[in-house]
């Protein structure tokens, strides 16, 4: 995984909370990991402006099994929901 050039803050939490803040550090990445296991369970890129552009989940609560593991959410600011559904993961995204 890429180090983006704003740095990598490393959160921890209790499974099924929110990675947190749509704004954070331009140009930098948040890891959400889980408080008991440390498992890391999400990851937010920042832009340039400080706006989240992407989530990526490596787990979460899928009862139906109908995610894919790891996946991407871009978030389009132009939208009125801009978290997007899920796609798969782009490993050409840093």
Same mark, same amino acid.
């Given at each position: 995984? %890429?180090?983006?050039? @704003? +740095?990598?803050?490393? &959160?921890?939490? /209790?499974? @099924?909370?929110?990675?947190? $803040?749509? &704004? +954070?550090? $331009?140009? #930098?990445?948040?890891?959400?990991? *889980?408080?008991?296991? +440390? =498992?890391?369970? =999400? /990851?937010?890129?920042? +832009?340039?402006?400080?706006?989240? &552009?992407?989530?990526?989940?490596?787990?979460?609560?899928? #009862?139906?099994?109908?995610?894919?593991? $790891?996946?991407?959410?871009? !978030? *389009? !600011?132009?939208?009125?929901? $801009?978290? =997007?559904?899920?796609?798969?993961? *782009? /490993?050409?995204? %840093?």
């Amino acid at each position: 995984m %890429c180090s983006p050039s @704003g +740095g990598i803050e490393k &959160v921890y939490g /209790s499974y @099924g909370r929110s990675i947190g $803040p749509i &704004v +954070g550090t $331009p140009n #930098s990445r948040t890891d959400f990991f *889980d408080e008991v296991t +440390g =498992q890391l369970l =999400q /990851s937010r890129w920042y +832009g340039p402006e400080r706006w989240a &552009v992407r989530d990526r989940d490596y787990d979460h609560n899928d #009862s139906k099994n109908t995610h894919e593991f $790891p996946h991407d959410h871009r !978030w *389009d !600011w132009t939208k009125k929901r $801009p978290r =997007q559904k899920d796609e798969a993961e *782009d /490993s050409n995204f %840093c």
